[in-house]
């Protein structure tokens, strides 16, 4: 059965730096990927999608990859700061399919 | 913006009760959900509906009904709640996303807890 992988639970980053999170899935080949933000005892927020063919997208300090050799999508958050601190969560799906699968996503801490 | 509201951001609910959340959406979407978010497990889908009157179970139904008497209104009812159901539950809509891809708009979550 389709299968949704987030890479951590938790990751704690200090603050400047770069933070990755991973999204990987298995029995399943999607044509877009979805990320979210979700803040604490709030509804999730679409962030970016990005599609099969695109390889990459940025949104400000926002970077997503999607490699559909390695069925793994990559997050990046470039000069973190406190304020990206949420839990992360990635949606694989296909054009057609209007139900969404989250992962169970990455709580992501930035420490000043 | 889209919105999408729900009714009770808190609520306190007796085994047994019956308990409707309601959900109302302003951007004319035909796809609305509800899921249930538990501490490890992430968001799970209830049920689906993709028109007026038209619905589809998720991936944990039991327990629950729903009602889309209105494409703007999704209302999920728990029969007979029980503890189990102590959850934060998240109405969300979409537009058909055959073509574009369907991004999902959240609302704001109920926290429900029976005791």
């Known amino acids: 059965s389709q299968k949704i992988e987030q890479n951590s639970e938790a990751l704690n980053i200090q603050e400047g730096k770069t933070a990755t999170l991973t999204c990987n899935y298995t029995n399943y080949s999607p044509a877009y990927l979805q990320w979210y933000r979700q803040d604490p005892g709030r509804g999730p927020v679409f962030l970016l999608l990005?599609?099969?063919?695109?390889k990459e997208k940025r949104k400000e300090r926002l970077k997503v990859t999607f490699d559909t050799t390695l069925k793994q999508s990559l997050f990046h958050i470039t000069a973190s700061q406190p304020a990206d601190s949420a839990t992360y969560l990635c949606a694989p799906s296909n054009f057609g399919n209007e139900k969404l699968t989250f992962g169970t996503g990455t709580r992501l801490t930035i420490i000043p | 913006d889209v919105k999408v509201t729900q009714s009770s951001r808190y609520l306190v609910k007796r085994t047994g009760e019956k308990v409707f959340l309601e959900c109302v959406q302003d951007m004319d979407h035909e796809n609305m959900f509800w899921y249930r978010q538990d501490p490890g497990l992430g968001l799970r889908l209830i049920y689906f509906s993709y028109d007026v009157k038209m619905k589809e179970k998720g991936d944990i139904p039991e327990g629950y009904s729903v009602s889309r008497e209105k494409k703007e209104r999704f209302s999920l009812i728990l029969e007979s709640a029980s503890t189990n159901q102590t959850s934060m539950y998240l109405c969300a809509s979409s537009l058909k996303g055959q073509y574009t891809g369907n991004t999902i708009y959240f609302g704001e979550g109920s926290w429900l807890t029976v005791v």
């Open positions: 990005i599609r099969e063919n695109e």
